[in-house]
């Protein structure tokens, strides 16, 4: 009922910066929190940032600073404002869904998943 596309992914050298949107279509987002996972060539998916309903963000240290999470629900779009990249931001960023207000840092918690965007940050 729900898909995610995400958009703005690419290749940029350490220090940079990227903007990544998902856009939803089939539905809005009505009062579910949004967030932004990541997952690493070798390496588990982690937990980026999330936004709930009301605007309220929640980050990853290891992002804390430099990430920005924001969403725009007339748009039904989320985005992700990243600055001061560095290489160990390297991966494939997805944008998922979770049938709830508030934020979590769980992947299982979330119920949609977009198809993923790559960013790699050369050194």
């Known amino acids: 009922q729900v898909q995610l596309v995400e958009s703005g992914g690419g290749l940029v050298q350490a220090g940079g910066s990227l903007r990544l949107s998902c856009a939803a279509s089939?539905?809005?987002?009505?009062?579910?929190?949004m967030g932004w996972f990541r997952r690493a060539k070798g390496k588990e998916r982690e937990f980026v940032a999330a936004?709930?309903?009301?605007?309220?963000?929640y980050y990853a240290d290891s992002v804390k600073g430099r990430f920005t999470i924001s969403r725009d629900n007339a748009k039904n779009t989320v985005y992700l404002q990243m600055n001061s990249l560095k290489p160990e931001d390297t991966a494939v960023y997805y944008c998922?869904?979770?049938?709830?207000?508030?934020?979590?840092?769980?992947?299982?918690?979330?119920?949609?998943w977009g198809q993923g965007t790559q960013v790699t940050v050369s050194s």
């Open positions: 998922a869904r979770r049938s709830s207000n508030y934020v979590s840092s769980l992947g299982i918690e979330y119920n949609y």
């Open positions: 089939g539905r809005t987002f009505g009062s579910d929190a």
């Open positions: 936004i709930s309903w009301s605007g309220n963000s």
